[in-house]
């Protein structure tokens, strides 16, 4: 469901949340309640940064990466628990699977230069501006 209201009729609109073109992975067999990892995406004047909410996994079990260009897409896998016979479960909650997340970053990012941090299972993603190009202003002498 997409954050920004349809005032705005068909035009397309930037919308990063959208889950029209980059919904997370179907659900299958392989994917659980731990494919929708819960994300933060905020912008500063220096940079996009996105924090991914992944408790339970260490940073060799997720991958950040950039697709055709322009897309970030965060993946990573927690495994389920390796069974012992001598062991009974009574309760499992805690999500397991895969989960995939993608988004198209806007124009003045900086593709280049994303720097990606994971403290205390949360994954922190950082991609820097561009500038912003000023128009250059020429004077021009009035004669007369």
């Known amino acids: ?9 068909n ?3 930037f ?5 029209g073109n980059w919904a997370p992975l ?4 392989e994917i659980s ?35 055709e260009g322009r897309v970030l897409q965060l ?6 628990e390796k069974e012992d016979k ?3 479960w009574h309760r499992v909650e805690r999500g397991r ?11 003045n990012a900086k593709v280049d230069e994303v720097k990606a941090t994971m403290e205390n299972g949360v994954l922190t993603v950082t991609i820097p501006k561009m500038e912003e190009k000023k128009p250059e202003v020429k004077s021009i002498e009035i004669s007369g």
């Open 75 to 80: 993946s990573g896998e927690r495994s389920m």
């Open 97 to 107: 699977g895969k989960f995939l997340r993608r988004f198209r970053l806007p124009e």
């Open 1 to 9: 469901m997409s954050l920004i209201p349809s005032i705005f009729g």
């Open 11 to 13: 035009r397309s609109v």
């Open 33 to 67: 309640t731990f494919a929708n990892a819960q994300v933060d995406w905020k912008e500063t004047p220096e940079a996009h940064v996105i924090k991914a909410d992944l408790p339970g996994l260490k940073k060799e079990e997720v991958k950040v990466e950039i697709e």
């Open 15 to 19: 919308d990063p949340f959208s889950a």
């Open 86 to 88: 001598n062991e009974k």
């Open 26 to 29: 179907s659900f299958s067999n």
